[in-house]
């Protein structure tokens, strides 16, 4: 079936450290892929999508490229903040029961940036 | 501002009542969701609707019901039959059927003692 692996957390960085979380999918067909970002006590925002293979969703600083070969969608930032601290969730979307479109989510992955 | 609202964002209940969590949305989007948070798991779908009047189960929506009689508005009900109710619960909404974004609302954090 569809799936999604995340790295585990927690992630712990010094502010301005480069960022990798690393995410892996299992998926029949052509999914769409996500990052969203969860702060302390509130809901999902979407940080960047890619909809095809060889796409780079951008936002805020940080970067995602779909890669069909590797099934993979790292998230990567070049220099953290203490702002960046959150949980990052990758996601999946592929066709469910044929018409509404489902989103698979990974377990999260903590990052806790100190300054 | 078109958004998400999700109503309260704490909810206390005693086991064995029924508790309905509210979902609204402006954003003029069809299709609706409820999903389920546990700590340190991913979400889970309950339900989703795509349109009024109709609605068809996720993963988890035993112990769960929902309606949709207007396009802004997508209640989920915790029912006593939820054999672990405590929770995050999370609402979404996105505009069509195809592989729209999925907006999210701040959530409702339902404690059962």
Redesign the interface.
């Known amino acids: 079936g569809n799936s999604?692996t995340q790295m585990e957390g927690p992630v712990t960085l010094s502010e301005e450290a480069f960022l990798t979380i690393n995410c892996t999918y299992t998926a029949t067909g052509y999914p769409?892929l996500?990052w969203?970002v969860q702060y302390p006590?509130?809901?999902?925002?979407?940080l960047l999508?890619a909809?095809k293979a060889d796409d780079k969703g951008s936002n805020k600083g940080f970067e995602a490229t779909y890669r069909k070969e590797t099934t993979s969608f790292h998230l990567e930032k070049g220099s953290v903040q203490v702002s960046d601290s959150a949980v990052y969730?990758c996601?999946l979307?592929t066709n469910y029961?044929g018409?509404?479109?489902?989103?698979?989510?990974?377990?999260?992955t903590l990052l806790a940036v100190q300054p | 501002d078109g958004g998400?609202t999700?109503s309260p964002k704490y909810l206390f209940r005693k086991e064995g009542q029924n508790v309905t969590l509210s979902c609204e949305q402006n954003l003029n989007h069809d299709?609706m969701?409820w999903y389920r948070q546990d700590p340190?798991?991913?979400?889970?779908?309950i339900y989703?609707s795509?349109i009024v009047n109709d609605f068809?189960k996720?993963d988890i929506a035993e112990g769960y019901s929902v309606s949709r009689e207007k396009k802004e508005s997508f209640p989920l009900t915790v029912t006593s039959a939820q054999k672990n109710p405590t929770a995050f619960y999370?609402c979404?909404s996105s505009s069509g059927?195809?592989?729209?974004?999925?907006?999210?609302?701040?959530?409702t954090r339902l404690t059962v003692t």
């Open positions: 999604v769409s996500f969203y006590g509130e809901g999902l925002q979407l999508k909809t969730f996601a979307m029961g018409a509404t479109n489902k989103l698979i989510f990974g377990t999260g | 998400i999700q299709a969701y340190g798991q991913g979400l889970r779908l989703y795509q068809q996720g999370l979404a059927t195809g592989f729209y974004e999925q907006y999210f609302g701040p959530g």
